[in-house]
């Protein structure tokens, strides 16, 4: 064969290269090229470094919206939604690839989102879901006599590096005990199991809000005095090792009057309160001395004062530049305000497409991915 009549090619480690920058849906399609790609595509090196990447691209960053609207007296409609987090970013609607079901709107639901899985747990089941690949599967609910209090637990997502498995954890204080129960469902052998006798110090309980889950852990918030706000509270954040099953405690400084807000920021666990008409945002943090402390790593504006009106939001991403986005409802509609930190200004920008009226569900940070691990879909 001449040279003039030979296909040109590159060497496959530029080619993955190239391959690794490009969102899911063309990966999906370049699959049907040739063989050598859909080998590419589909190894699970090839899928990890995918979505690091992802991960790491402020461009790849999306907000996945789960919503419902009411249309029984005591059922909803579930609609889903995604968007880039960008100025001209358009909300999507996803079909999902699961039967329709309703839900209770006098039951508690939640919604996880893990290297492009997302989690959906009801009082009637639990689905794992990646919208990329438009597979699913059902995940069994744990027996009542391993675990009987499934509907009001509280619940995270979390992945296991080491041993490459996904896991739901579920945890619960028992009333008359001074201790936590925990459920953790692998989602490689497909079954449950439960950990007992998890201490919480005398005078606290769980704080119900949502549990963050972040390399490896999963970590959850108990205070002191809860209920009563006309006392300052001690706070403390318990947190799961997934590698070992054990747990560590970590006081929280000093005493709060009003609530503090347990996430995940900038890659780590933080948690923030406000001080000085500000808010004050402290990570946790390894010592190799003391075991975990927290640092404070950074005190931001509150929304209101960025926009000068009272309004309902909260920052959600620390960019690359270190600009820091929030995301703001009113009843006009759900909008991001990117913080400029250098210039001390505030871009406003609103996701027009998203339905607001008669709406109620959660937003949450997603990034697309090839992930299926071990996982057998429906």
Same mark, same amino acid.
């Given at each position: 064969?001449?040279?003039?009549?030979?296909?040109?090619?590159?060497?496959?480690?530029?080619? !993955?290269?190239?391959?690794?920058?490009?969102?899911?849906?063309?990966?999906?399609?370049?699959?049907?090229?040739?063989?050598?790609?859909?080998?590419?595509?589909?190894?699970?090196?090839?899928?990890?470094? =995918? /979505?690091?990447?992802?991960?790491?691209?402020?461009?790849?960053?999306? /907000?996945?919206?789960?919503?419902?609207?009411?249309?029984?007296?005591?059922?909803?409609?579930?609609?889903? %939604?995604?968007?880039?987090?960008?100025?001209?970013?358009?909300?999507?609607?996803?079909?999902?690839?699961?039967?329709?079901?309703? %839900?209770?709107?006098?039951?508690?639901?939640?919604? %996880?989102?893990?290297?492009?899985?997302? /989690?959906?747990?009801?009082?009637?089941?639990?689905?794992?879901?990646?919208?990329?690949?438009?597979?699913?599967?059902?995940?069994?609910?744990?027996?009542?006599?391993?675990?009987?209090?499934?509907?009001?637990?509280?619940?995270?997502?979390?992945?296991?590096?080491?041993?490459?498995?996904?896991?739901?954890?579920?945890?619960?204080?028992?009333?008359?005990?001074?201790?936590?129960?925990?459920? #953790?469902?692998?989602?490689?052998?497909?079954? @449950?199991?439960?950990?007992?006798?998890?201490?919480?110090?005398?005078?606290?309980?769980?704080?119900?809000?949502?549990?963050?889950? *972040?390399?490896?852990?999963?970590?959850?918030?108990?205070?002191?005095?809860?209920?009563? &706000?006309?006392?300052?509270?001690?706070?403390? #954040?318990?947190?799961?090792?997934?590698?070992?099953?054990?747990?560590?405690?970590?006081?929280?400084?000093?005493? =709060?009057?009003?609530?503090?807000?347990?996430?995940?920021?900038? !890659?780590?666990?933080?948690?923030?309160?406000? #001080?000085?008409?500000?808010?004050?945002?402290?990570?946790?943090?390894?010592?190799?001395?003391?075991?975990?402390? @927290?640092?404070?790593? $950074?005190?931001?504006?509150? *929304?209101?004062?960025?926009?000068?009106?009272?309004?309902?939001?909260?920052?959600?991403?620390?960019?690359? !530049?270190?600009?820091?986005?929030?995301? $703001?409802?009113?009843?006009?509609?759900? &909008?991001?305000?990117?913080?400029?930190?250098?210039?001390?200004?505030?871009?406003?920008?609103?996701?027009?497409?998203?339905?607001?009226?008669?709406?109620?569900?959660?937003? *949450?940070? =997603?990034?697309?991915?090839?992930?299926?691990?071990?996982?057998?879909?429906?």
């Amino acid at each position: 064969m001449s040279d003039r009549s030979r296909i040109p090619s590159l060497p496959d480690d530029i080619v !993955n290269s190239i391959l690794i920058k490009l969102p899911v849906t063309s990966l999906l399609r370049f699959k049907c090229i040739c063989k050598s790609w859909r080998f590419s595509i589909s190894n699970p090196n090839f899928i990890k470094l =995918h /979505l690091h990447e992802s991960s790491a691209n402020i461009s790849r960053q999306k /907000l996945f919206f789960v919503s419902f609207r009411n249309i029984f007296r005591s059922n909803a409609k579930f609609q889903f %939604h995604e968007a880039l987090l960008g100025v001209d970013s358009k909300v999507l609607l996803v079909n999902p690839p699961f039967p329709e079901f309703c %839900h209770s709107l006098f039951s508690d639901f939640e919604v %996880h989102s893990c290297n492009g899985l997302v /989690l959906m747990k009801t009082e009637i089941n639990m689905i794992l879901w990646n919208p990329a690949i438009r597979k699913y599967k059902l995940l069994p609910k744990p027996d009542d006599k391993l675990l009987p209090w499934y509907d009001d637990a509280l619940f995270d997502f979390a992945y296991y590096l080491v041993a490459d498995d996904y896991k739901v954890v579920c945890v619960k204080l028992r009333k008359y005990q001074r201790d936590m129960i925990a459920g #953790v469902f692998s989602i490689n052998n497909h079954s @449950w199991k439960r950990i007992d006798n998890i201490p919480i110090p005398r005078g606290f309980q769980l704080f119900y809000q949502d549990l963050v889950s *972040l390399n490896g852990t999963i970590n959850i918030m108990a205070a002191s005095n809860i209920g009563n &706000y006309k006392q300052d509270s001690e706070y403390l #954040v318990i947190s799961l090792y997934l590698a070992n099953e054990k747990f560590a405690i970590t006081p929280v400084p000093g005493k =709060h009057k009003y609530k503090l807000k347990l996430r995940a920021f900038a !890659n780590r666990i933080c948690i923030s309160w406000m #001080v000085g008409g500000k808010i004050s945002i402290w990570a946790l943090k390894e010592d190799g001395k003391t075991g975990l402390t @927290w640092n404070n790593i $950074m005190n931001i504006p509150t *929304l209101g004062s960025l926009i000068g009106k009272p309004t309902w939001g909260d920052f959600i991403f620390l960019k690359a !530049n270190g600009n820091i986005l929030y995301k $703001m409802v009113d009843n006009d509609g759900y &909008y991001l305000i990117e913080y400029n930190v250098r210039k001390d200004e505030a871009t406003e920008y609103c996701l027009d497409e998203l339905p607001m009226k008669g709406i109620r569900g959660v937003s *949450l940070l =997603h990034v697309e991915s090839l992930v299926s691990s071990a996982i057998l879909w429906d």
